[in-house]
């Protein structure tokens, strides 16, 4: 027995005390002690004070707590009694995916019960221990600074954001996030806490080898064990093939993957799937396949992936299921056919060849460019490589599904519920209406989990089996089996005239998608599409390759391919005005569009389909290069005072979309609850960036009813409407207008109803605060009560419910530029990011101080991409850094000195109340900002990420 | 999870050593900040732990009778950069645990476990080394001493005997007195990140402070195991404070130590970026003593 007191009670527990105190205290019921690292010792989910001090609890064994004082997160203050603390981080916006905010709290609070004034310095330090991913750390200063302010005076000085559009009451103010309260308290919120205590646990067996056909699995000792249910392979499952990108259906991805594949393409592939009663006997089960593995060749890069006579990642054969070509057949003899292959379906042409190792491709371009570079007055060339990034989110991916009155439940952390349902229903025969996806707060999403990576294998266990599956990617398996970002090779060409103007843009990409072509032509379309269109230049063309190879998968991750085509080509800009001898800032200012200007280079640069030429619409992207310019004095040049440091500056512009005009698609459904409230039941998927919000703020505006009066339903499939998803920066543009439109269309239905109930003319009735309808012509007012009350009596005309749905062919596109001041050590390499600015048109920040925060996470992740983060493969294509520690994420001590996001004021006339995209934008700048500013500080140009100490001095010719 | 046979918890030094004699297999737990993680690793499966966390009689800097800074073996790194006694004395080893990780991993790593893994990248390890640690080890035997550059043996052996436990460390006064030293981390990040490489200097300028007396250099990272640079302290020692003698000595390094190359760096990285630390944690060194480089 091992007794303690936890959160000021005395408790005993019958545990081996070689178990962790985590475990201990979950026995305990203290789940928002969570666990993002497998006990690494770093993301710091999993801290207590233990004895008045903050510990990992997974680090502490159970047994040394014996006699111990222990506090945990979910102690401090419940969703309807936060403490000041707690109030203060929702308050400055850093509330966001949340899985570590009841740890931040804690550490928060237990610095503050040291010290009531901490010093900036103390914040940082105590926050040193805790990864933050989604909202970066610098309103976490924020957050101090406003309980400093509230302990001493009773109120918060400090301002939180700016805030927008002063004639409404909700969109654009500072204003806590609904699902704040629950997150930050730790409160039941995210999969793991929806597990049934009769459930079984899924494992994955994996390959150790890159490439390798699978030609026998033995199960029957694992199976032998006792515990174990079942173990699945690829010779008794599904043969549905399919992908994993959840994207509108017909995908522009190739269908070439099964559940379990009789090949294996990269190390961490699935190769076998073991459920059983306890974890325990899943892993001992695991150990005990035998598998008959065929090893083959692989391929690791484009180079290699190209080359003549390459092993081939796919070489079955090729189907499609629109528009094959006439020598489809012709074609298919070339390839093996080996029945362990599997097949590639392309749902249309997306000028794949894989017997070439292409997956997809894409050529296109406007005007003549061999033109362009004959006039031009200089002419630069070079290639820009990117690395494999993960996108790290501290929830890893987890699904619990289990099956209730004859269907299939399944919890999800997902972006993209609707399109888990149809996978779901693909793979295992069921109709979507016998499936049910509920997707929980979701835990760090960045794109990842906008590809179904664990969902189908989960879901799939509990069709077969009939019991409740949890599955829990642990982080090795975050890194290795998930998706991450495609490598690619920007190779830019660019031509220039000695008055600046930008003569012609080449861009030759080669992707590397790995093994599976998930997203494999539209991120890297991405990386043209969201870059050339920011040059106003009549010769443009591009060259897409997207190449499979056997490294651990590439995905969807936040910008797209955009942050890649954007290092290239402002990279390339700046080297181009170095060769001119102006100034690049002047050509920025020569060559970047404006409103109005037609987008002719968009026609070819669809996804997979004709793409729509519209001009540019609302845009504060001049706005925000002269911002910026001006706050960081652009053109002085700093001295830091030791010779061996120099300083340089650097920025770029940016732009994304605000989701996929023609392609996304969103619905709401606004009620008029029985006492005056509303529920909105939206398909949107809200991960954490504040979607639900945006729906109760623009539904309050339009109903004229505080937020708080309305409740959001959103990313059940059930009692939502079909949304495609979070992805593509089309949450606020499209689940945002679905929302507007429908309150907009309840707005209506209660009008027409108060004016029925009165007897007077429609035209007449106005709605008006806090929720009532007032007759301009009689002055009699009705409240929202009154007028339900009446309607869904057993005399009135029903309960008002209202239906949104939006699509659009409008664009809009959110602009920017970001901008870096850069230290470099000569000597060391070392490369310290001294200024930040992000300045950003997003339209109508509707969520003011949660923008801000999605700009500093966003921009401090791509500041860890530039600088720091990538998975490095062995000779076998093993991660040998597959874990927190070696991986290289940025914290606290790598953000800015000076941090900072700017929203210009642009209203956009498309988006909610003017609204267009705010996050994923914000990935794009910090690469070309800092590796101009690095060239600015010391002369060499970075042309690989990331920009680390030894390429630098390799560069100066310090080391070889 | 943890694959852990059996936990045995020590309430005594004289307890635990009866408990790794009977348990000859067992492993010393002591913060478990590397331990566990290791064990999680798959590194110790099956192991069986005694842990001596509970012996407080393990934990506190103090001066002891022949004048020796004595850190407790189990004292944890918050506790030795707020220790007065390493403040006064050798501050540059509160500054280099004070780099370990986040406040979680400072509160519960302690020096005995930074220096009994064994690990080269320790950030205590190339202090200790440059300060002629001496390391304090009782076993059935009683107890022992050995200095830390006899302690490290290779990469992640270290001397400890069959039964013995790390109870002390100590600096003794001939190392410390009129010292003062700085240390550098060099790591791609600073967020929880390992060392790349890790330099420690110290200096014992002449009383004029003219003329560098001692000088000692401890590296992290330039070889499997913590080392130092002999040829270069024997080169400055009792030389002129001037620039020629520092970047001599910088480069002298090279001759001493034995980076290798791996996916975190490459030797060549590493070996310029000794040479770089060595000047300038060298330069630092001697302006905490007040002294001053002649041009």
Redesign the interface.
């Known amino acids: 027995m091992i007794s303690c007191t936890i959160n000021g009670k005395k408790r005993s527990f019958d545990i081996d005390p070689t178990k962790r105190l985590r475990e201990m205290l979950l026995m305990n019921g203290n789940f928002a002690v969570r666990d993002s690292d497998d006990a690494e010792g770093f993301c710091g989910s999993d801290t207590v004070l233990l004895d008045g001090t903050p510990v990992f609890s997974n680090l502490v064994l159970a047994g040394e707590a014996e006699g111990c004082e222990i506090i945990t997160p979910d102690s401090l203050g419940d969703s309807m009694h936060l403490t000041v603390v707690q109030q203060a981080l929702i308050d400055a916006g850093v509330v966001q995916s949340a899985y570590n905010a009841p740890a931040a709290a804690l550490l928060m609070t237990w610095l503050f019960s040291q010290n009531p004034d901490p010093s900036r310095e103390e914040v940082k330090d105590v926050l040193s221990g805790i990864f933050i991913r989604d909202a970066g750390y610098e309103h976490y200063y924020l957050a101090a600074e406003l309980i400093k302010e509230k302990l001493a005076t009773g109120e918060y000085k400090t301002e939180i954001a700016p805030e927008f559009r002063p004639e409404l009451k909700a969109v654009g103010k500072v204003m806590p996030k609904i699902d704040a309260p629950q997150l930050v308290s730790g409160e039941r919120a995210f999969v793991e806490d929806y597990v049934d205590d009769d459930t079984c646990y899924m494992v994955v067996l994996r390959s150790p080898y890159a490439h390798a056909y699978v030609n026998k699995v033995d199960t029957s000792k694992a199976e032998a064990l006792p515990g174990v249910i079942k173990v699945i392979t690829a010779y008794n499952c599904s043969d549905a093939t399919y992908m994993s990108a959840g994207q509108g259906n017909p995908e522009p991805s190739p269908h070439d993957r099964k559940l379990l594949n009789k090949k294996v393409r990269h190390v961490g592939d699935r190769v076998a799937a073991i459920v059983a009663e306890t974890l325990e006997e899943a892993i001992k089960a695991r150990d005990l396949i035998e598998v008959e593995y065929e090893p083959l060749e692989a391929v690791f890069t484009v180079e290699e992936a190209m080359a003549e006579g390459a092993p081939l990642v796919h070489n079955g054969k090729v189907q499609y299921n629109a528009g094959a070509p006439d020598d489809l057949d012709e074609y298919n003899s070339k390839l093996s056919g080996d029945e362990r292959e599997g097949k590639v379906v392309y749902q249309f042409p997306l000028h794949g060849d894989i017997l070439h190792n292409v997956a997809a491709a894409n050529h296109g371009g406007i005007g003549d460019v061999d033109k362009a570079f004959e006039e031009a007055d200089a002419v630069v060339e070079a290639t820009y490589q990117t690395s494999q990034i993960q996108h790290t989110p501290l929830e890893t991916h987890i699904c619990f599904s289990k099956l209730e009155n004859g269907r299939l439940i399944i919890y999800a952390s997902t972006q993209v519920p609707y399109h888990v349902r149809r996978i779901v229903s693909w793979v295992t025969g069921l109709s979507e209406n016998k499936i049910h996806v509920i997707k929980t707060r979701v835990g760090g999403g960045y794109g990842s989990k906008q590809d179904i990576l664990v969902e189908d294998l989960t879901a799939y266990a509990t069709f077969v089996t009939g019991r409740p599956v949890l599955y829990h990617n642990t982080r090795e398996e975050e890194f290795i089996a998930n998706s991450t970002r495609h490598p690619m090779r920007v190779h830019v060409k660019m031509g220039g005239k000695k008055d600046g103007s930008i003569t012609g843009i080449y861009m030759k990409v080669d992707a590397n998608t790995g093994p599976y072509g998930n997203h494999a032509l539209t991120v890297p379309m991405n990386s043209c599409s969201k870059t050339l269109p920011l040059f106003k230049c009549d010769n443009m063309k591009y060259d897409l390759t997207i190449y499979y190879t056997n490294t651990p998968p590439a995905g969807a991750y936040q910008g797209y391919g955009t942050p890649k085509g954007t290092y290239g080509l402002m990279m390339a800009m700046c080297e181009l005005a170095d060769k001119l001898g102006i100034d690049y800032k002047d050509m920025v200012l020569k060559n970047h569009v404006e409103e109005g200007y037609m987008l002719e280079i968009l026609k070819g640069l669809g996804e997979g389909r004709e793409g729509n030429v519209v001009p540019v619409g609302s845009c504060g992207l001049r706005e925000a290069v002269e911002k910026g310019c001006e706050m960081i004095e652009w053109g002085k040049r700093e001295e830091s005072g030791d010779p061996d440091w120099k300083i340089g500056k650097g920025f770029a512009m940016i732009m994304q979309g605000s989701g996929l005009p023609g392609l996304d698609h969103a619905n709401a459904v606004a009620k008029l609850e029985m006492d005056g409230s509303i529920i909105v039941l939206s398909g949107a998927a809200d991960i954490g960036t504040g979607l639900d919000t945006i729906i109760a703020k623009v539904t309050s505006d339009i109903l004229c009813i505080p937020v708080d009066k309305i409740t959001v339903i959103s990313g059940d499939t059930d009692s939502g409407a079909f949304d495609t998803g979070s992805y593509a920066s089309s949450g606020t543009f499209f689940s945002g207008n679905a929302a507007v439109v429908a309150a907009t269309n309840l707005k209506n239905k209660i009008l027409d109803e108060a004016a029925y109930q009165l007897g007077e003319e429609l035209d007449d009735m106005e709605i008006t605060w806090p929720g009532e309808v007032h007759s301009k012509k009689t002055g009699k007012v009705l409240s929202f009560y009154e007028i339900i009350h009446t309607s869904t009596s057993g005399t009135g005309r029903g309960h008002l419910i209202a239906p949104g749905s939006f699509t659009t062919a409008a664009s809009s596109v959110p602009y920017g530029a970001h901008f870096a001041q850069v230290a470099v050590n000569v000597k060391t390499g070392e490369v310290k990011v001294q200024k930040f600015y992000a300045v950003q048109d997003a339209g109508t920040p509707i969520n003011p101080e949660a923008a801000l925060c999605q700009m500093y996470g966003a921009s401090l992740k791509s500041i860890g991409h530039t600088l720091y983060e990538d998975m490095i493969l062995d000779k076998d294509g093993r991660c040998v850094n597959a874990n927190m520690t070696d991986y290289g994420v940025p914290m606290i001590s790598e953000q800015p000195d000076d941090f900072k996001a700017v929203l210009i004021d642009v209203n956009d006339p498309d988006g909610p109340f003017g609204a267009k995209s705010i996050s994923e934008i914000a990935c794009n700048g910090a690469a070309p900002a800092i590796g101009n500013a690095i060239h600015d500080a010391c002369g060499v140009w970075m042309r690989s990420w990331p920009m680390t100490p030894e390429k630098i001095l390799r560069e100066l010719g310090k080391i070889k | ?2 694959d ?4 045995y ?1 020590a309430e005594s030094v004289q307890d635990a050593i009866r408990l790794l004699q009977e348990h000859p297999e067992a492993q010393i ?1 002591a ?3 590397d331990v ?2 290791q064990i ?1 690793e798959g590194r110790r499966a099956g192991v069986e ?1 005694v ?1 001596i ?2 012996l407080d009689e393990l934990r506190g800097v103090s001066i002891d009778e022949e004048e020796n800074i004595r850190i407790g073996s189990l004292t944890s790194f918050s506790h030795i950069t707020k220790d007065p006694i390493i403040q006064k004395y050798i501050n540059v080893l509160g500054e280099a645990v004070d780099m370990v ?5 400072r ?2 790593g302690t020096i005995g476990g930074n220096t009994c893994n064994g690990v080269t990248s320790a950030d205590s390890a190339s202090t200790l080394m440059a300060w002629d640690a001496i390391i304090e080890l009782t076993g059935p035997e009683g107890v022992r001493r050995v200095p830390i550059k006899d302690f490290y043996i290779k990469a992640k052996v270290v001397d400890i005997r069959p039964a013995e436990i790390q109870t002390a460390i100590l600096i003794p006064k001939e190392s410390y007195d009129r010292c003062f030293g700085h240390y550098i981390k ?1 790591s ?7 060392a790349t490489t890790g330099c420690s200097v110290n200096v014992r300028l002449s009383d004029d402070k003219k003329t560098f007396e001692r000088v000692r250099i401890g590296y992290g990272v330039a070889a499997p195991i913590p080392c130092r640079a002999y040829t270069a302290e024997a080169f400055l020692n009792g030389k002129e404070i001037n620039d020629e003698n520092i970047k001599k000595f910088a480069e002298t390094v090279l001759e001493d130590i034995n980076p290798r190359d791996s ?4 030797k ?2 590493r ?3 000794s040479v ?2 060595a000047e300038r944690a060298l330069r630092e060194s001697i302006r905490l003593a007040g002294g001053v480089v002649n041009e």
């Open positions: 999870m943890y852990i046979k059996a936990l918890e737990l913060g478990g900040s566990l993680v999680r732990l842990s966390y509970m990780g986040g406040p979680q991993i509160a519960i060099y791609m990040r600073n967020a929880l990140d390992i996916w975190r760096a490459g060549a990285l070996q310029h970026i770089v630390m």
